[in-house]
């Protein structure tokens, strides 16, 4: 999830403007972004999947402290994680086939993996890691492990954005101590990597050669923000929507989540092409320690649906996921009395990975959770 905050647009390394609470905000953003076993393995319960029958899902079966988060998915069945030995100095990326238990090791490294990326058609795997605070070391490697591109560049903390018509190509953002940022255009063909004049953080392709962004007044503490649009080695932004917090462009539409005139609630919409807006779905805003809370979302655009997580009536900190399909305006309870937490779903429909470490899996055709990891009985 996105969303605004403050910076000069005068150059491509910009400096922080503005208070303190605009540097939590950020903060806030930045935080939201971001073993093979041979015997035999129990089998966790029945999920039912796509084809509406029965399929089991089989568990990682690790060491409790080898398990570190996992990552995304690379096909139907099969999804990415990490593994981490401080001990040893061991950390591995592996790929695991959620209905066989077969895996493979991908990658290794001897220093800690910060954080990886799959490109939108799996060819490719970005990993950051790092071996001192003030530098990103960038990896990025084939699906069999092959290294293609490395570099390593100034900066405390890094974000990445696939370009999803054109993935030998992304934006990497490097930002500072003192959160000032520079945006850098890789070409994983060309192994080469660009500084390039976008004013803000964290935009998104919205084709081959052009990134959404939200801008916001220098002096303005709303979260909400004007969503604009610029080609990449064009000078001029043209406006999109206003008053936009969070978005995300698709292969087909762009979906945005706005605030409405009152400042009061949240406005989910899909914008097709050139037309206008279409609401999908109105919420309350939340508040979080007296800071907007937006609930995590996803989008299966095969299944054209939308998922977030909306407050339950009893008024605790529970919430029910909900499903929204957006053509025939239909929306299902998933999941009632559910945590808000991070979604990282299939692309091709069904099933989702759940959790802060996307440690459990949802069926959402079943309706059920299912832990993903469990620990091993010699452990």
């Known amino acids: 999830m996105k969303l605004p905050f403050l910076m000069r647009n005068d150059c491509s390394r910009c400096a922080l403007s503005g208070s303190i609470r605009k540097i939590v905000i950020l903060l806030f953003l930045f935080s939201l972004l971001a073993g093979c076993e041979l015997e035999e393995k129990k089998i966790a319960p029945k999920a039912n999947l796509e084809n509406d029958s029965q399929e089991l899902i089989e568990p990682v079966r ?5 398990f570190d988060r996992f990552i995304g998915w690379t096909g139907k069945n099969t999804a990415v994680y990490v593994t981490k030995e401080s001990e040893n100095h061991s950390y591995e990326i592996r790929e695991y086939n959620i209905m066989n238990g077969l895996e493979n090791a991908i990658y290794s490294a001897k220093v800690p993996i910060i954080s990886v990326s799959i490109s939108p058609g799996q060819s490719y795997f970005l ?23 490395s570099v390593s560049i100034t900066s405390s903390e890094i974000s990445f954005e696939w370009n999803r018509d054109n993935e030998d190509q992304l934006l990497v953002t490097s930002f500072f101590e003192d959160w000032s940022f520079t945006n850098y255009i890789v070409n994983v063909k060309q192994k080469t990597i660009e500084p390039v004049n976008i004013p803000e953080p964290f935009a998104q392709w919205s084709g081959s050669d052009e990134l959404l962004f939200l801008g916001l007044d220098q002096n303005q503490t709303d979260i909400a923000g004007t969503l604009l649009k610029k080609r990449v080695s064009g000078n001029t932004a043209v406006t999109v929507e206003e008053n936009v917090v969070q978005y995300r462009m698709l292969a087909e539409n762009l979906i945005i989540i706005q605030l409405d005139q009152d400042r009061q609630n949240l406005l989910y919409k899909i914008k097709r092409d050139n037309r206008g807006a279409q609401l999908l779905l109105q919420t309350s805003l939340l508040a979080a320690n007296t800071e907007p809370q937006i609930p995590y979302w996803e989008i299966v655009e095969k299944k054209k649906s939308l998922l977030t997580f909306l407050p339950d009536d009893n008024g605790e900190e529970l919430f029910n996921l ?34 802060y470490q996307l440690e459990k899996i949802i069926d959402l055709q079943a309706k059920r959770v299912f832990d993903i990891v469990e620990p091993r009985k010699d452990a």
């Open 62 to 66: 690790l060491k409790s402290n080898l």
């Open 322 to 355: 909900v499903s929204f399909d957006w053509n025939s305006n239909k929306q299902t309870v998933i999941i009632q009395n559910a945590e808000n937490a991070p979604l990282q779903c299939s692309p091709y429909g069904g099933l989702c990975l759940y959790g």
């Open 127 to 149: 990993i950051h890691t790092s071996s001192s605070p003030e530098k990103a070391d960038i990896e990025i490697i084939s699906r069999d492990g092959y290294s293609i591109f």
